[in-house]
């Protein structure tokens, strides 16, 4: 790992910064019209980013376009995980507020406009 990996994850007296809304892996599959399998090998292979919440893996709901998953997301999860980011650092990451960017975090950002400044910052990381 490198010494750019956030450890704990939050700043004390404050939450994590989260998504609000999420989708489970039956909802995501069926949102993307692919079988259960499909969706575990999207995120096997870093297309999707899944984390446990309440015991159950979930997706952030935003990252999913009503048909596909957003153009360049896999990008930023490879460069994340190139940086040493597991997936827990990596949605801390997509959702950490920046006053910089267009609606307010990466995640918001990668859908937009602003994609290619999202995966300049996350190959930064990994310097």
Known sequence: MTDSVPTDGAVPGTAPAEPTDWLTLPDVAERLDLPI???????????????RRDGIRRIPADLVANPTVLK????VLNLLADAGYDDEAA??????????LPGGTPATALGGD??????????ALGF
């Open 37 to 51: 399998s499909k969706v575990h090998q999207k995120i096997r292979d870093r297309e999707l980013i899944a984390v």
């Open 72 to 75: 360049h997301l896999p990008g």
């Open 91 to 100: 949605l801390r990451w997509l959702y950490e507020p920046d006053d910089t």
């Open 114 to 123: 602003q994609a290619r400044e999202i995966k300049r910052r996350a190959q």
